[in-house]
C-alpha cells in the first residue's frame, strides 16, 4: 500500500515549456487535490476532483489544467510555465464521507518545480 | 466565508517544556477540523482531527487539541516538547457545506531548543 505517490520529486523548467505533473492514490479514495505551497503562505487549493469525472477550481486555477484520469490518478498541467509557479506541489486524495464531516486527507510527498 | 487563522508564525520551546500553538476558525458551517506536521523536506502527516465525536482529540506523539466551539478556537497542545518535534504545523478546517474542500492555515514553525 503506497499511499499518494507523485512524479516527478524535481523538475526545472525554462518560462514558457509545459510538463505534466502526476498523481496516484492506491486507498480507492474518491476525492482528490492538488495544492502549492509558498513559503509563508501554507498550502492553496489549486484544484480538486470530489470523485472520477468531475473537477473544480480552487483557490489558485490560473495557469494549470487537470485531468482525473480515473479514480486512481489526478493529474496537474502547466500549458506554459511562468516563474511565478515556482513552488512545491502536493497531491492529496481523501475519503468523502457521508453526512457532515469528511475523512483525512493524506498527501504525496510532493515535486519541487522551479521555473526559470 | 471559510479562513483559519493560526496566531504565531513562530514559537520557540526548550526542550521538556510545554507546547501551545493557536488556531482560531471561522465557519459558518459544523466544521472538521485537523492539525498536521511537516517535517523539513518532507509531506504532511495528520496529527489529529476533530469531527465532533469529542471535544478533546488526542493524536500521535502526544499532541492533544480542544474545539472550543465558543471561542472558535482548536489549540494544539502537547505537555512536554521534544526536539524531533520541531516542525512546520498546520490547521486545517473543511466545513461542512463546501463539497470536499480543506482551508489551510499559514502555518506556525515550532523550534524547540536544546
Known amino acids: 500500500n503506497a499511499g499518494v505517490t507523485q512524479t516527478p520529486k524535481f523538475q526545472v523548467l525554462k518560462t514558457g515549456q509545459s510538463m505534466t505533473l502526476q498523481c496516484a492514490q492506491d486507498?480507492?479514495?474518491?476525492?482528490m487535490y492538488w495544492y502549492r505551497q509558498d513559503p509563508g503562505m501554507g498550502l492553496r487549493l489549486i484544484y480538486y476532483?470530489?470523485?472520477?469525472?468531475?473537477?473544480d477550481k480552487g483557490e489558485v486555477p490560473n495557469g494549470y489544467n487537470v485531468s482525473r484520469l480515473n479514480k486512481r490518478e489526478f493529474s496537474l498541467r502547466l500549458e506554459s510555465a511562468a516563474p511565478s509557479q515556482t513552488s512545491v506541489y502536493f497531491c492529496?486524495?481523501?475519503?468523502?464521507?457521508?453526512?457532515?464531516?469528511?475523512?483525512?486527507?493524506?498527501f504525496g510527498p510532493g515535486t519541487r518545480l522551479t521555473v526559470l | 466565508a471559510q479562513s483559519v487563522t493560526q496566531l504565531d508564525s513562530h514559537v520557540s520551546v526548550s526542550e521538556g517544556t510545554p507546547v501551545l500553538l493557536r488556531c482560531n476558525y471561522s465557519?459558518?458551517?459544523?466544521?472538521?477540523l485537523f492539525w498536521y506536521v511537516q517535517h523539513p523536506n518532507k509531506g504532511l502527516q495528520l496529527l489529529l482531527k476533530?469531527?465532533?465525536?469529542?471535544?478533546l482529540v488526542k493524536g500521535i506523539n502526544g499532541f492533544e487539541a480542544e474545539f472550543k466551539k465558543s471561542e472558535t478556537s482548536f489549540h494544539l497542545t502537547k505537555p512536554s516538547a521534544h526536539m524531533s518535534d520541531a516542525a512546520e504545523y498546520f490547521c486545517v478546517v473543511s466545513p461542512a457545506n463546501t463539497g470536499n474542500q480543506f482551508y489551510f492555515g499559514t502555518g506556525t514553525s515550532l523550534t524547540v531548543i536544546p
Open positions: 465557519s459558518s458551517y459544523s466544521p472538521s
Open positions: 476533530y469531527t465532533s465525536a469529542a471535544t
Open positions: 492529496a486524495s481523501s475519503e468523502a464521507l457521508a453526512g457532515a464531516f469528511l475523512g483525512t486527507q493524506y
Open positions: 476532483s470530489a470523485s472520477e469525472g468531475t473537477t
Open positions: 486507498m480507492n479514495h474518491n476525492s
